[in-house]
Nanobody, 128 residues
Framework: VQVVESGGGSVQAGGSLRLSCSFS????????MGWFRQAAGKEREAIAT???????SYADSVKGRFTISQDNGENTLTLQMSSLKPEDTAMYYC???????????????????????WGQGIQVTVSS
């Protein structure tokens, strides 16, 4: 499975960015997908997840500002980020974990080490 992120970059506070993640070589019918971020000197944290059943979950820090979505036909995962803040500055990663059925996903409670496939990461910088 190959996972490739795109988008990101630099933006001023209050601005918007869109991250995309494409998956290839993926043949599973059930999965948990998520966006994570890791700021300098901090641990990697889950910020938004989505299951193959379409169930989403968001960290409190991004709820109401970020939207995760998927396009199964294109095998892409998207994170639309708006009202960005300087504290959103981080390296962002997408990841996927195959499961028999999306109902087994644990949303934000599934730790990063449980995800099998990761993208290379993409930098998001928000200036004040």
């Amino acid at each position: 499975v190959q996972v490739v992120e795109s988008g990101g970059g630099s933006v001023q506070a209050g601005g918007s960015l869109r991250l995309s993640c494409s998956f290839s070589g993926y043949t599973y019918t059930g999965y948990c997908m998520g966006w994570f971020r890791q700021a300098a000197g901090k641990e990697r944290e889950a910020i938004a997840t989505i299951t193959s059943n379409g169930r989403t979950s968001y960290a409190d820090s991004v709820k109401g500002r970020f939207t995760i979505s998927q396009d199964n036909g294109e095998n892409t995962l998207t994170l639309q980020m708006s009202s960005l803040k300087p504290e959103d500055t981080a390296m962002y990663y997408c990841a996927v974990e195959p499961v028999p059925d999306g109902k087994y996903c644990r949303g934000l409670n599934l730790p990063p080490e449980e995800y099998d496939h990761w993208g290379q990461g993409i930098q998001v910088t928000v200036s004040s």
